[in-house]
């Protein structure tokens, strides 16, 4: 596999690792307990979050589908079951936050929730409107944490944002951006405002915000979300029928998922990654990566150049 735009120099590796100092921001917590999930602090309260999520693009889109609404409700109780907490959707991911809803409803010993989504829409009116139809499709009282999708009228929407944050109606602020887009925009975004998370693509091989975002991030004490960790499945196609590296089991990974999420995890100033799935079997994959030990940053290091010679 040719990767050479990606390739990690000396350099890019000093940044790779540079981030360490910054971790006072985002504190990693294995809670006592041989299967307590990997937790990360949010820097604005110190609130403790699991660093593996869930997603709902595409995945928790199947409308009014019976038996695929059925899977889903297994796959999200398999979330809960194995120490998970943040759900995030978007108005933006057809019936997905319908789809959550009905499963939540459905669904028991759910309470660890963190409740995420998006407002997506101009204007504040339309942003109003939309954020209360989300909580109405989900049926929570509250969300814990309200995000800017993809930066859309981003300074309108703040504004709603603090008043409800300051009111009680959600808990945290954010904004997104993905698919390494807007980052020069998000840069600004995060340097003039105050906000508690910030959600971007980082994978194994899309790295460039180690340059710049992930380190702004914890200099301005912003918990970070991760999407696209597996772009979109592109990264097992590169792997299949290649083998997990034997020393993969040196930091508790049975396989190239939680090989792909341990590299994201790992670093110093990721609170949470948020892969999407419909299955459960790939679910409890998934769950697997927020468990046991995380690599160092010379074992993070390996990982890179080991992907990177497949």
């Not at 693009?57 to 943040?86: E, I, K």
């Not at 993809?150 to 698919?179: C, P, Q, V």
């Not at 970070?224 to 040196?250: D, T």
């Not at 690599?295 to 993070?300: C, K, L, M, S, Y």
Request: contains cysteine; positive net charge.
């Amino acid at each position: 596999m040719n990767t050479n735009h990606h390739t990690l120099t000396r350099r890019s590796f000093i940044r790779l690792v540079g981030g360490l100092a910054a971790a006072r921001y985002i504190e990693t917590e294995a809670l006592a307990g041989p299967r307590s999930p990997i937790v990360k602090g949010i820097p604005s309260t110190g609130e403790k979050i699991p660093v593996i999520g869930m997603g709902s693009w595409m995945t928790f889109d199947v409308d009014d589908d019976h038996a695929a609404r059925a899977t889903r409700v297994n796959v999200l109780q398999a979330f809960f079951n194995h120490g998970g907490a943040v759900v995030d959707s978007s108005p933006m991911y057809g019936s997905s936050e319908r789809v959550i809803g009905y499963c939540l409803n459905r669904i028991k010993e759910k309470d660890a929730l963190f409740a995420a989504t998006k407002v997506w829409t101009w204007g504040r009116r339309f942003g109003v409107s939309q954020m209360e139809t989300s909580r109405e499709l989900w049926g929570v009282d509250r969300f814990d944490l309200m995000q800017i999708h993809n930066m859309r009228d981003w300074a309108t929407h703040l504004e709603t944002l603090k008043a409800w944050k300051a009111d009680g109606r959600i808990r945290y602020i954010g904004i997104t951006t993905s698919h390494g887009r807007r980052h020069g925009k998000l840069e600004k975004a995060l340097i003039r405002e105050p906000f508690d998370f910030v959600q971007f693509t980082y994978n194994i091989v899309d790295r460039e915000v180690e340059q710049r975002l992930l380190p702004m991030a914890a200099e301005r004490g912003v918990a970070v979300i991760i999407n696209r960790p597996f772009r979109r499945g592109a990264l097992f196609r590169y792997v299949r029928e290649k083998p997990l590296p034997a020393w993969a089991s040196e930091f508790d990974c049975d396989n190239w998922a939680q090989f792909f999420l341990k590299f994201i995890v790992s670093h110093p100033n990721v609170t949470c990654a948020i892969p999407a799935t419909s299955r459960v079997d790939h679910m409890l994959e998934n769950m697997g990566a927020g468990f046991g030990q995380l690599p160092d940053a010379r074992t993070r290091l390996r990982m890179a150049r080991y992907f990177e010679g497949l």
